[in-house]
């Protein structure tokens, strides 16, 4: 796993994963946080939305769907071994990366200290013919990687955090969601299994069927890259 080029550094053990809803990290690094996880990081999860619009059920409503998708998501953190969960319950579907959202990841950054941030790709991808890419993902991850650099760094950005009592922090790597440009894979073959019973866990968004094939068929396509059975990919940035 990453360590900073300069052996007077101390070795990474914190890492946060920021995303737009609940489940969206599960389906996304669920096997690099489990292995992060058994080696005893302490990871945590930023999840932006409320995840308040994901159903077609027409007796659902927003209120009891936040209830239901923040339980599955503890539920899922549980399975994985997560440090801590944070939910900044802002509107599902509608999402923008606003100066109020990196002010709020920037909060988290400077609480939790992560040597890596993981986050969504803020730019629309087409190299799909089946999705175009949900906005309020591409919103996260823009207002992640502003949080990141620089806000969470620079003391005289966001006064009110040192107000607070929070210090500044410079994450040393982002890792963004880029199976296009991807420069870092991650061997999950050992915690695969975790990662799919952490999806399974977001039963109001996938069947337990569904969890299964997607993961060992997505996992597996990364892994043939570069001769693992099961991978994740990533942008790596080693940020100065």
Not at 14 to 43: F, I, K, L
Not at 45 to 54: N, R
Not at 59 to 69: F, G
Not at 134 to 139: E, G, I, Q, S, W
Request: net charge negative; charged share 30%; aromatic share 10%.
């Amino acid at each position: 796993m990453p360590q900073h080029e300069s052996q007077e550094e101390k070795p990474y053990s914190r890492a946060m994963v920021v995303m737009a809803h609940p489940d969206d990290a599960d389906w996304v690094c669920s096997g690099t946080v489990a292995r992060w996880c058994a080696q005893g990081w302490e990871v945590v999860y930023v999840l932006c939305t409320d995840g308040s619009k994901g159903s077609d059920d027409p007796e659902m409503t927003c209120e009891k769907l936040v209830a239901i998708r923040h339980q599955e998501q503890l539920n899922a953190g549980k399975v994985l071994g997560l440090h801590k969960v944070v939910f900044l319950d802002y509107p599902d579907a509608y999402l923008q990366p606003t100066l109020e959202l990196r002010r709020d990841i920037s909060r988290e950054i400077r609480r939790y200290k992560p040597d890596v941030l993981i986050c969504s790709n803020p730019v629309r991808s087409f190299s799909s013919d089946s999705y175009v890419g949900h906005p309020d993902h591409m919103a996260s991850g823009e207002a992640a990687l502003a949080a990141a650099y620089p806000a969470a760094r620079d003391r005289l950005t966001f006064p009110e955090l040192l107000a607070e009592g929070l210090e500044p922090h410079k994450v040393r790597e982002v890792w963004v969601m880029d199976q296009d440009h991807a420069n870092q894979y991650v061997d999950i073959t050992d915690y695969i299994d975790t990662a799919i019973a952490a999806l399974k866990e977001h039963k109001s968004q996938v069947s337990p069927e569904e969890a299964d094939t997607y993961v060992r068929r997505w996992r597996s396509e990364l892994g043939a890259r570069v001769g693992f059975t099961y991978a994740e990919a990533f942008k790596r940035f080693r940020l100065g």
